[in-house]
């Protein structure tokens, strides 16, 4: 198992910029496939970036692409998500999940470890 940690959210002006973090513990980080996901209440949760095992590879959402850079260091089991260009419609709790093995799934339900979530607000 690996327990996720989310930290880096709060409020933003639109147009700035914030970087999440997800610490991860437990053994072999690089064995995990690892991605964010966001969240709106009413609203199903959301695939915003992954990430494969070595870093090598990413898929971003199309709504981020370009705005957003997923990256991870394996040498301090983190995860990050570099979010730039905030717009209001990306104000949602964010969460870091992990899956063993392959990145190369867009769906929650597919992901099996799960931060508790951090508020990134974007205000006008």
């Known amino acids: 198992q690996v327990q996720l940690v989310e930290s880096g959210g709060g409020l933003v002006q639109a147009g700035g910029s914030l970087r999440l973090s997800c610490a991860a513990s437990?053994?072999?980080?690089?064995?995990?496939?690892m991605g964010w996901f966001r969240q709106v209440p009413g609203k199903e949760r959301e695939f915003v970036a992954r990430?494969?095992?070595?870093?090598?590879?990413?898929v971003y959402a199309d709504s981020v692409k370009g705005r957003f850079t997923i990256s991870r260091d394996n040498a301090k089991s983190t995860v990050y998500l570099q979010m730039n260009n905030l717009k209001p419609e990306d104000t949602a709790v964010y969460y870091c999940?992990?899956?063993?093995?392959?990145?190369?799934?867009?769906?929650?339900?597919?992901?099996?470890?799960w931060g508790q979530g951090t508020q990134v607000t974007v205000s006008s």
């Open positions: 999940a992990a899956r063993r093995g392959s990145y190369g799934y867009s769906a929650p339900e597919d992901w099996g470890y």
């Open positions: 437990g053994r072999s980080f690089s064995n995990y496939g």
């Open positions: 990430i494969s095992r070595n870093g090598g590879s990413a």
